[in-house]
């Protein structure tokens, strides 16, 4: 249906209106706030499990599974709100296809939610796409995690990350937005195809199969549709995630 992201783009403003590219942001914005309280907050408790004495510096092999912990947890929270931010942003471009889930034009967060709960096997249904949820979480986090402490180390010359300055920290936490997607970003594709599948006549029988069926029928490279935009957003996005997180604790003391 598109030719690119920027044919995306004009298309979904000749259709929606600049409305349309907000579609789906109802869910992610309610949620973010507590999406990334929980990442931090499990990823410190790890610190401090991991860490020999109170205040020693960790290595970015355990900033790895710090992060790997950590996005186990966020799994359970991304899983539901990414269904339904799926589902808005793709019911215009797959309406009357045999891939639209059951053909229902949806009018919000909270309608998505009434209607899998109601018509998809309750709250399991919500949780369609969990494995491969899980499967880019949890070492997208860890190597997102572990390249923000390798980036922080190599600018500061040490393990001591304290005295940098907040660039530093905003290029640490672009580069390691970045690397989240460059490793895990197929299953993001698989994820996603699966939360929007026909829940009356799936096309998929699970992860693996959706995999398969779009290697076969569009190679690799269907592996990565998306894979520019989802990288011009994730950058900049931790790059100052990860700076509020910096500021937050330097003022908390």
Known sequence: MYS?????????IASEGSRGLYKGMGAPLATVAVFNAVLFTVRGQLETVLRSHPGAPLTVTQQ?????????AVSFLACPTELIKCRLQAQGALAGTATASVGVKYGGPLDVARHVLRSEGGTKGLFKGLIPTMAREIPGNAIMFGVYEAVKQMFAGGTDTSGLGRGSQIVAGGLAGGSFWLLVYPTDVVKSVLQVDNCKNPRFSGSLDAF???????????????????????????????????????ALG
């Open 4 to 12: 690119g992201a920027i044919d995306a783009v004009k298309q979904t």
């Open 212 to 250: 398969r069926k779009i290697k076969a029928s569009e190679g690799f490279k269907g592996l990565y549709k998306g894979f520019g935009p989802a990288m011009g957003r994730s950058v900049p996005a931790n790059a100052a995630c990860f700076l509020a997180y910096e500021m937050t604790r330097s």
């Open 64 to 72: 790895f599974v710090c992060g790997a912990g950590a996005g186990l």
